[in-house]
């Protein structure tokens, strides 16, 4: 019988008693599992905050720890009754602790963190959220069983901060450990390089860990357990009236994480296309014994070409080349990107006229982009800018491309709002179209745009 791969992540382990929950949902399922597990609510980013207050003060990393050890503790008391369980577990989780101390005391005295060491650091919340909700599904009832990437061999590109995976060679390694008999609960987050060194996969990367296991061992369907009904038509913290989208193409979705929808990281469809295999969103909140889905997000385009979702994120920055025919003349383009490419800087995408090239990055390129542009000495350009309190926002639908009048639905709305667009682009993706506003009107666009598709 194939398996299902079920993820829960940060928004499910907000608090201890959020685990039992996941516990219900994991038993409820008539079929064998692998378990994918983020870190607890909020870990990561004290993590993050940890990293800087280490490099300045030797005593932070101690009080980190024991800040981490005090939150699984109570976890661990208010779930695990068997005296040897916890000690066992609670001996896991010292262990790594102590790690976590000496990484973050050593990078006091380096006062710089390599990018392998930062990786290690930012992926232990997931080392310490996984021994414990391993031994609260044994106590639901399931065989758990903890299985870090390190024992499978979950191999990546290396890339620290951003990897990806090596998905032929964790189709190749993962199945045989990954068997039916148990069931694997695995740290969501990151990989390894060749040299076993640790390497994430990007903020939210637990959902792309269970996709590419999904992928390895041909899995029925990768489950998402979240805490919202779905994928939403908007961001929910912004648009309080957003609604579910039963059906979400994973062209849809994969734009959809990629111009900032929290919900889903950017690259979970990748490693699903081979084998079509179906995300199934759910809400952990309203689990009441059915493992149904509010969202199924699939390889094929279902319903009439419309308006889906928006979404929009401020990770974006401009740089304009200007100039005098920069449109029309050959080989400008190549000259000003050549720079980029050797310097590793990757343009979110390219908006060209007559007079300028409008070049996007996301914001941690911005400056360095800036300074290999204004170094080159490009033939017909003149001057240099860059733009920086913006936002991108993405209407994302099947049929946006093809369909006329859908894109003309998105400008109407902006100009019925009064909202000014500064730069567009339409037409480069079949199901999604982008405008870019002033960082401050980026919630009035949101709504003005999700008005539209209510009103369809
Ligand atoms: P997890 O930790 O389980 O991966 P996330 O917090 O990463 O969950 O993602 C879920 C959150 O994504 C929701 O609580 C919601 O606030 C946010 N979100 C943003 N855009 C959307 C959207 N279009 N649909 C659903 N949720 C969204
Ligand atoms: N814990 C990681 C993060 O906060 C990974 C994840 O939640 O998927 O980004
Ligand atoms: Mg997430």
Redo the contacts with the bound molecule.
């Keep these: 019988m194939a398996q299902i791969v079920v ?7 907000k608090s201890p008693a959020d685990i039992e929950r996941s516990a219900q949902v994991a038993a409820a399922y008539q079929t064998p599992l692998v378990v994918v597990v ?1 870190a607890f ?1 909020g870990v990561t980013d004290a993590l993050i905050r940890g990293i800087d207050e280490a490099i300045l003060s030797e005593k932070a990393p101690d009080a980190l720890c024991s800040d981490l050890k005090e939150i699984h503790e109570t976890a661990l008391k208010l779930h695990i009754e068997s005296e040897a369980e916890r000690n066992s577990v609670r001996a896991v989780l010292q262990e790594r602790l102590e790690q976590l101390k000496k990484l973050l005391v050593g990078i006091h005295y380096i006062g710089a963190v390599p990018d392998f060491t930062q990786d290690q650091i930012v992926s232990t919340g997931e080392r310490l959220s996984a021994p414990i909700v391993a031994a609260v599904l044994r106590k639901a009832g399931l065989p758990a069983q903890e299985i870090l990437p390190e024992t499978m061999g979950l191999l990546t590109d290396g890339a620290f901060g951003n990897a990806a995976a090596d998905l032929s060679a964790c189709a190749q390694r993962l199945p045989s450990i990954l068997t039916p008999d148990i069931t694997p609960v695995i740290p969501g987050f990151y990989g390894l390089t060749r040299e076993g060194k640790i390497a994430i996969f990007g ?2 990367g ?2 792309y860990t269970a996709a590419v296991i999904a992928r390895s061992i041909h899995a029925e369907s990768l489950d ?15 648009i309080p009236d ?1 609604r579910t ?1 039963p059906f979400v193409s994973y062209e849809e979705a994969a734009e ?1 994480s990629y111009f ?6 950017p690259r979970t469809v990748e490693p699903l296309e081979q084998d079509q295999i179906p995300i199934r ?1 759910m809400n ?1 909140e309203q689990f009441d014994g059915n493992i149904e889905p509010y ?1 199924l997000v699939g390889p094929t385009k279902q319903g009439k070409p419309s308006l889906k ?3 929009a994120t401020e990770d974006i920055g401009i740089v304009r080349l200007e100039g005098p025919g920069v449109g029309s003349r050959p080989g400008i383009l190549a000259r000003a990107t050549a720079g980029l490419d050797a310097a590793g800087i990757n343009i979110s995408s390219v908006i060209t006229s007559q007079t300028s090239i409008n070049l996007l990055f996301r914001k941690k390129d911005l400056s360095r982009a800036l300074a290999v542009l204004r170094s080159e000495s490009v033939p017909s350009v003149v001057a240099v800018e860059h733009f920086e309190d913006i936002a991108i926002i993405a209407a994302v639908g099947d049929g946006l491309r093809h369909t006329p009048g859908l894109a003309s639905q998105v400008f109407g709305a902006l100009a019925e709002g009064g909202i000014n667009v500064l730069l567009t682009q339409a037409g480069a993706s079949p199901v999604a179209m982008y405008v870019i506003v002033k960082k401050e009107d980026k919630a009035k666009a949101l709504r003005a745009i999700h008005e539209t598709i209510h009103r369809g």
């Excluded at 993820?7 to 382990?13: I, Y």
């Excluded at 979240?226 to 961001?235: E, N, Q």
């Excluded at 900032?260 to 990281?265: I, P, Q, R, Y």
């Design positions: 993820k829960f992540g940060g928004s499910n382990l983020s609510s903020r939210g637990s959902d998402l357990w979240k805490d919202v009904d779905g994928f939403l038509s908007g961001d929910p913290r912004i957003s989208i959809l900032g929808a929290k919900v889903l990281h969103v952990v969202t979702s928006v979404a």
